[in-house]
């Protein structure tokens, strides 16, 4: 299992490279399964579940190339099963994404209950409920969701969310583009990711109105076609490193970046004193003011608001302001599971329910830790570049999921970062 040996206190200073979001190429790839044609992504993540997801399209039966590195070529045409099985749900949520567009263009699809991280119940009842709505069979079988269109096809239909689901309102987005008739989608998500996904499915023949608002509609259409479409920046990697650049009081230049997509988070970096100015359209500078920084309370909600994928770094970012800040989580349940590992560096941070009150400014020392999911790993680097001394961070296989080449990014502005293998760190460990 992969580590990483961070020697923190170094300024951070130069430019990076925002890739392209995680979180909007993998509904976009489930998306290719809509069509027989040939589907195009570019800007891809080279991340972990980006090839869970390739693997998982490959396995249905779909033709997957990739000319450039972060280019997909996709096509579906010969599906040959209509199952996701455990194997790759396991480790990766978004993998239940490949429901909505096999029960859309076949009139079944069996996906095995999802894994992912561990941070908190995240049920796709709400997914299931959706397709009920459209005209589906939904049943349980032996942890296996079983879905089908009764009369070969879903019908649409007025869908209401109970609660905000991102994974929810791109799965039944995907299915009722196909669907005969119309569907709004009530209480749907807002996010940029929705957004892009309409993008791509407008570009296949979709008929989508709404996406970015709460409510959505769409008009269904018999079959969708082929289409070539660029993936938004990574909008929970921009941020990260613009809490990297403040909390080592250095100055990074981001570039490909999409400042619009994350203004809630800059609004609230910006009240903390991290200075933060655009330098064109999708290029920030970013330092940290000479006043430092000044610690300020923050709740995660859905988009527009705090993102709940940036709690974890803004957390470590509150260690090193002064004065008392509470975080508040709304979204997930348990992801406050990166605090334990920042107050063994030294942070002074007490938990109660759904609140963490951080005292600032500590200092931080390094130390073993280990990450629990995806952004508590990316809290924890940010926490051990500002820390003095050697942290040693267990089980990253968890950022691999959702940042690309972090290591090298970080080496190029300055971070004494290196990734080791379980081998290499016993050695390190006898020297």
């Known amino acids: 299992m992969d580590k990483f040996i961070i020697n923190g206190g170094k300024p951070l200073k130069g430019k990076i490279e925002i890739s392209g979001a995680k979180n909007s190429a993998l509904p976009c790839l489930a998306a290719t399964l809509l069509s027989s044609e040939v589907v195009i992504l570019h800007n891809v993540p080279y991340v972990k579940d980006l090839i869970t997801q390739r693997r998982l399209l ?91 269109a009764p009369k070969g096809r879903l019908i649409g239909a007025d869908v209401h969310f109970e609660k905000v689901t991102v994974t929810g309102t791109e799965n039944v987005m995907m299915a009722a583009a196909l669907a005969s008739g119309k569907t709004t989608i009530h209480n749907a998500a807002q996010e940029p990711e929705i957004e892009d996904l309409a993008d791509l499915l407008n570009k296949m023949g979709a008929r989508i109105k709404g996406a970015g608002t709460d409510q959505i ?28 650049a ?49 610690a300020k309370d923050v709740t995660t909600e859905p988009h527009p608001l705090f993102p709940t994928d940036m709690q974890a770094q803004y957390m470590a970012l509150m260690t090193q302001s002064e004065g008392v800040s509470t975080v508040t989580e709304t979204i997930f349940e348990n992801r406050f599971m990166h605090a334990s590992e920042l107050i063994r560096m030294g942070a002074k941070i007490e938990i109660s ?12 020392m390094g130390a073993p830790v280990q990450a629990s999911d995806l952004r508590a790993s990316a809290s924890l680097v940010l926490a051990a570049l500002a820390a003095t001394g050697e942290t040693l961070i267990d089980r990253v296989y ?34």
């Not at 950022?399 to 081998?423: H, M, P, Q, S």
Request: glycine share 10%; hydrophobic share 40%; proline share 4%.
């Open 58 to 148: 490959e396995d249905l039966g779909a033709t997957v190339l990739t000319p450039e590195l972060r280019t997909h070529k996709v096509k579906a045409a010969n599906i040959e099963t209509f199952e996701a099985p455990y194997e790759l749900v396991k480790t990766m949520r978004a993998s239940v994404l490949a429901l909505g567009p096999l029960l859309a263009r076949f009139g079944q699809a069996k996906v095995s209950l999802p894994g992912g991280c561990a941070i908190g119940t995240r049920p796709i009842d709400l997914h299931l409920k959706a397709f009920e709505q459209l005209g589906a069979t939904v049943s349980l079988e032996s942890g296996d969701v079983v879905a089908r």
């Open 217 to 244: 509609e769409i008009e269904g259409v018999e079959a969708l076609g082929g289409a070539e479409h660029t993936i938004i920046p990574d909008r929970i990697e921009t941020g990260t490193f613009i809490v990297a």
């Open 246 to 294: 403040a909390i080592t009081g250095g100055e990074l230049e981001i570039k490909n970046c999409e400042p619009a997509h994350l203004k809630a988070v800059i609004e609230k970096l910006r009240e903390t004193g991290v200075v933060i100015e655009e330098l064109n359209p999708t290029t920030l500078l970013v330092k940290c003011g000479d006043n430092g920084l000044t």
């Open 353 to 364: 329910g759904n609140t963490a009150r951080v005292h600032g400014k500590t200092e931080l």
């Open 398 to 431: 968890h950022i691999d999921r959702g940042y690309e080449t972090i290591v090298k990014k970080l080496r190029n502005v300055g971070a004494e970062i290196e990734r080791i293998t379980d081998n290499m760190a016993m050695a390190a460990e006898e020297v």
